[in-house]
Nanobody, 123 residues
């Protein structure tokens, strides 16, 4: 079964850091794009970053560029999101998502989703 699972969320003070992990299974990691989304209460799910191994593509939305960094360990089929200088407005449920082609800016562009990991930033 194709599956992606997030981990690494938690409670952190403003200005602190967290690293999220997205572990993929059931498919060849190198053939997929892995994206990070987040959704805060009352807001739409938004794309933060995406990594595509086969396409050689990396994307960041402007709101996190310079603070968040996406990276991968292909041998472990895992993608990471390093989050630095966290702000209270970063509080949200963070998801990883996958498709079998290239990075998409749309929620509908991804076929597989994790259950989410909660990130809470205190002020």
């Amino acid at each position: 079964e194709v599956q992606v699972v997030e981990s690494g969320g938690g409670l952190v003070q403003a200005g602190g850091s967290l690293r999220l992990s997205c572990a993929a299974s059931g498919f060849t990691f190198d053939d997929y794009a892995i994206a990070w989304f987040r959704q805060a209460p009352g807001k739409e799910r938004e794309l933060l970053s995406c990594f595509s191994s086969s396409g050689g593509s990396t994307y960041y939305t402007d709101s996190v560029k310079g603070r968040f960094t996406i990276s991968s360990n292909n041998a472990k089929n895992t993608v990471y999101l390093q989050m630095n200088s966290l702000k209270p407005e970063d509080t949200a449920l963070y998801y990883c998502a996958a498709n079998n082609y290239y990075c998409s800016g749309r929620v509908s562009g991804y076929d597989y989703w994790g259950q989410g990991t909660q990130v809470t930033v205190s002020s």
